[in-house]
Nanobody, 117 residues
Framework: QVQFVESGGGSVQPGGSLRLSCAVSGSSLYISAMGWYRQSPGNQWELVAGMVLSGEITKYGDSVKGRFTISRGDAKNTVYLQMNNLQPEDSDVYYC??????????WGQGTQVTVSS
């Protein structure tokens, strides 16, 4: 059984910052990549930021480049998403995704981020 612990969401004013965290656990679990996604109003999944855990290769969505940073935690299968200069269009539910190999993925329950004045 795979368990997610997501935290760090909340409400901020435009220009503010939040830090999301995601920790994944499970017996005999090998996670190769983790990342954060959100859904657009048209229900399309948008990559916010992703990381290959070995080598710490990162990828960012175009709309967040230069503002968001994904990093790996010291604990196993843990990543953080530092979000700076948040804007109202960043308001969404952010979902943590963990990949175990090429075909197996797991999703967290999501955490709400609201940016408004």
């Amino acid at each position: 059984q795979v368990q997610f612990v997501e935290s760090g969401g909340g409400s901020v004013q435009p220009g503010g910052s939040l830090r999301l965290s995601c920790a994944v656990s499970g017996s005999s679990l090998y996670i190769s990549a983790m990342g954060w996604y959100r859904q657009s109003p048209g229900n399309q999944w948008e990559l916010v930021a992703g990381m290959v855990l070995s080598g710490e290769i990162t990828k960012y969505g175009d709309s967040v480049k230069g503002r968001f940073t994904i990093s790996r935690g010291d604990a196993k299968n843990t990543v953080y998403l530092q979000m700076n200069n948040l804007q109202p269009e960043d308001s969404d539910v952010y979902y943590c995704k963990a990949g175990a190999g090429a075909t197996t993925t797991y999703w967290g329950q999501g955490t709400q981020v609201t940016v408004s004045s």
